[in-house]
């Protein structure tokens, strides 16, 4: 019986038919590799970002809190001095005579 394909041929065909098959793997490897770690960097990046954001607010929050917390103990101060000697301008004692 013969053949319509020699022998030599089919091997040669599926050797390049295997290349490419090989080729086509690595090929869809390498995208989705590099794809995954596109994706990988921006999910990481977002997140540092958020929270780098929410650090920062509350530090602003913070520092907000203690600035009202020490404006309101002085004016505590000023308003308490004020009823101790309300005629006084400056907290220096009053002098009653002289040595």
Known sequence: MTKLVD?????Y??????????TAQLYNILVLN?????FFVLGLGIILYIRYKKKNESDIEFEEKKRTKILEKIGNLTAFSKQDNPELITSLPKFDGIL
Do not use: D, M, Q, Y
Not at 17 to 22: A, H
């Open 13 to 22: 065909l599926n050797e390049e038919l295997r290349k490419s098959n090989r």
């Open 34 to 38: 590099l794809g995954l770690f596109v």
């Open 7 to 11: 022998e030599k041929t089919i091997n």
